[in-house]
């Protein structure tokens, strides 16, 4: 089997269109697999933080962490759906995003990862982080980043 090439998205349009946009430039035969990461529920909410005792019941945390995951399950679904990629490969990994999607392409050996950004600029990017940005400074693979063009319809 040949290296994966990731296809990481929030199941957002912005996403998606970036996605379109880079499977324009990748090899139409490439092994492609759709991923999304689920983010966990901080644990300090049911541990507490030495500080203070937790403020969330462990039940409370895994019906965060299920919906979470079903969320996740669902973008996947939409984004191979949207894609063509119906019972294609998949993955959804946890935890912070840029992270995840860096270890899962160094576990697959993965030959290219494709995504999408947003655009934040200025302040929302020093104060939010980017994904994309992390991703493109500490993959071990070359990385497609698109912001793509979300379609409007017209009359």
Same mark, same amino acid.
């Given at each position: ?36 990461v689920a983010p966990e529920p901080d ?24 919906? =979470?995951? %079903?969320? /996740?399950? +669902? @973008?996947? &679904?939409?984004?191979? $759906?949207?894609? #063509?990629?119906?019972?294609? !490969? ?14 899962? =392409?160094? %576990?697959? /050996?993965? +030959? @290219?990862? &494709?995504?999408?950004? $947003?655009?934040? #600029?200025?302040?929302?990017? !020093? ?29």
């Open positions: 089997m040949t290296h994966p090439v990731l296809l990481c998205t929030d199941g957002s349009d912005v996403a998606l269109a970036g996605l379109r946009a880079g499977l324009a430039v990748i090899d139409p035969n490439a092994n492609l697999m759709v991923v999304v644990p300090t909410l049911v541990t507490g933080s030495g500080m203070a005792g937790g403020v969330m019941s462990a039940e409370a945390y895994d019906l965060e962490n299920a919906a =979470a995951l %079903e969320v /996740a399950q +669902a @973008a996947v &679904v939409e984004t191979q $759906r949207e894609l #063509g990629l119906v019972g294609g !490969a998949s993955r959804v990994v946890h935890g912070d995003a840029g992270s995840a999607i860096c270890q899962l =392409a160094r %576990e697959t /050996a993965a +030959a @290219a990862i &494709v995504m999408g950004t $947003r655009g934040r #600029g200025g302040l929302r990017r !020093a104060v939010l982080g980017s994904v994309s940005d992390h991703v493109i400074r500490t993959a071990h693979c070359p990385v497609i980043v698109s912001g793509g063009q979300v379609e409007t319809p017209t009359d």
